[in-house]
């Protein structure tokens, strides 16, 4: 048999599209590898890349590999950014050709600047490259909004099916299988999409809680890949709700051999599903000051309370710089608390030039949008400690991969040890702290901005976990956020009634 030839390309980007745009240089720094470079970088990590790689290596594929862009959620990606990445990756394909087969890893939350729907305009780049008959399949984060347009140019979608996030690697494995059978000619796979009347569902998809929504959920879903050998995979997506689309909203993706109606039948029960736990959230946010008090009642004992904060986390969107929750810990210090972290690069910058010992004088973070999540604080910082800000992920999210907070800082104030950092990073990896030589097992608390992604590594040090809401621009709650571009009717947007009835679920 003739050696296949694939192409694998990676474009991450899951945008808020209440966030300032994303400009190249935001993705460029995060880490943009092109070509041959890829797959040295790639190659020891556990992403999807990682795992195309390694299948490829396995199978014996030839890979072309045009773009690999990493996840570093934001605004919207911006105008350059986008026509640069889609193009790259239609420039791959063309440079391929003739391909056999196609694995393309997907965020699903891509909002572009002037496309809402910018994973469905990457996977219909391909395929009107490669035509009607190369096998598409496609990899996704389940914090996704599916749209047709995406799902009619795939052959065959998979999402994670952990949250937090430690499956990227297996996922692009079970893709790289299904694309195998696929070019064998075993399966003619398509995708059957179903969406509910909501904007986010599933339970975020968080498989911490074991029983909760979105481990039964996948509990269904693996029940009917087993019930049916003609359905080779149920993916769920829990939709990201902070998209100002109208695909916005949870989905069910059945891959399936074939274009019968029971196939469409799977997808409407799994959506009903998400409809009738819509209101099964299991993580309960408090505000500022009751999150404050909450944690004066712990009593002491050994590990870390983590605190984490949902209204500007920069897995949302978040600009990481906001304020409220550092202020109410100032306010109300725990002496020896890590506060991680406020994205301030003239603060970073000016901690570099004072040095180590310095006390500086500084209205630290607030600076982007405080209208939410409150503006600067106003203080004496002492410079404790100085870093370039580049970590390796340990894991168990993406091991082996390089992350930036670009240059940065340890200040202390009140007692409360705050990293400073030039960029914004989602807090979820004991190495975050670790660079900053900061053990993440003995402050007696660690606040940070991230709204689940952190239990895979900090739940097992924590002693208990406290999740807050401040009102940045992640917040779930936010009233002063405006959708004007999601479907109606749609919960929690429209009264439930009226929605149930257009479901046809009364
Ligand atoms: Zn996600």
Redesign the pocket.
């Known amino acids: 048999m003739p050696e296949r030839r694939v192409l694998a390309a990676m474009i991450l980007h899951?945008a808020n599209s209440f966030a300032a745009p994303a400009p190249l240089a935001h993705f460029e720094r995060q880490g943009v590898v092109r070509g041959d470079a890829i797959a040295p970088r790639f190659g020891p990590t556990r992403t999807e890349m990682g795992g195309f790689l390694a299948a490829g290596t396995e199978q014996g594929w030839s890979l072309a590999t045009p773009i690999a862009v990493p996840c570093s959620p934001a605004g919207p990606m911006g105008a350059e950014a986008f026509a640069a990445f889609r193009d790259a990756l239609a420039e791959g394909a063309r440079a391929a050709m003739p391909l056999d087969g196609v694995l393309l890893a997907l965020h699903g939350a891509c909002v572009a600047e002037g496309e809402d729907d910018a994973d469905g305009v990457f996977a219909q780049a391909v395929r009107d490259i490669v035509g009607p008959e190369v096998p598409i399949v496609v990899t996704l984060?389940?914090?996704s909004n599916v749209s047709d347009r995406l799902a009619n140019a795939a052959n065959a979608i998979t999402a994670?099916r952990t949250?937090p996030?430690i499956d990227h690697f297996e996922t692009a494995t079970r893709a790289a299988a299904i694309l195998r059978r696929a070019m064998d000619g075993e399966i003619r796979p398509r995708v059957h999409l179903a969406r509910s009347f909501q904007m986010r569902g599933f339970d975020s998809t968080r498989t911490t809680p074991p029983d909760g929504p979105a481990r039964r959920a996948q509990a269904i879903a693996r029940g009917m890949e087993a019930a049916d050998p003609a359905v080779i995979e149920v993916s769920l997506q829990s939709g990201f709700v902070l998209a100002d689309v109208p695909h916005v909203g949870p989905s069910a993706a059945i891959t399936a051999d074939g274009d019968e109606p029971r196939f469409a039948a799977l997808g409407a029960q799994l959506v009903r599903f998400a409809w009738d736990e819509r209101d099964n959230d299991t993580v309960k946010l408090l505000d500022v000051p009751a999150a404050m008090a909450a944690i004066r009642a712990i009593p002491a004992g050994p590990g870390p309370i983590v605190l984490s904060d949902f209204g500007d986390a920069p897995g949302g969107g978040g600009y990481g710089d906001a304020t409220n929750l550092l202020r109410a810990l100032l306010d109300d210090p725990i002496p020896g608390a890590v506060f991680a972290s406020i994205a301030d690069p003239a603060a970073a910058a000016a901690a570099h030039a004072a040095g180590v010992g310095a006390t500086l004088r500084l209205a630290l973070g607030g600076h982007v949008a405080p209208q939410h999540g409150g503006g600067p604080i106003e203080a004496a910082f002492r410079v404790l400690r100085l870093s370039d800000g580049v970590f390796v992920h340990e894991g168990p999210y993406t091991p082996g991969q390089t992350g930036q907070f670009g240059r940065s800082a340890v200040l202390e104030c009140q007692g409360v040890r705050i990293i400073v950092s030039t960029w914004q990073r989602n807090i979820l990896d004991l190495q975050q702290l670790r660079i900053f030589g900061i053990d993440p097992a003995e402050p007696p608390l660690i606040a940070i901005k991230c709204m689940d992604?952190f239990r895979a590594a900090f739940a097992p040090i924590a002693r208990t976990i406290v999740t807050c809401e401040s009102g940045g621009v992640s917040s779930r709650v936010h009233t002063s956020l405006t959708w004007s571009k999601v479907r109606r009717p749609i919960w929690p947007l429209d009264p439930d009634a009226v929605v149930a009835q257009a479901a046809g679920y009364t």
């Open positions: 899951e984060d389940p914090h994670y949250h996030h992604a």
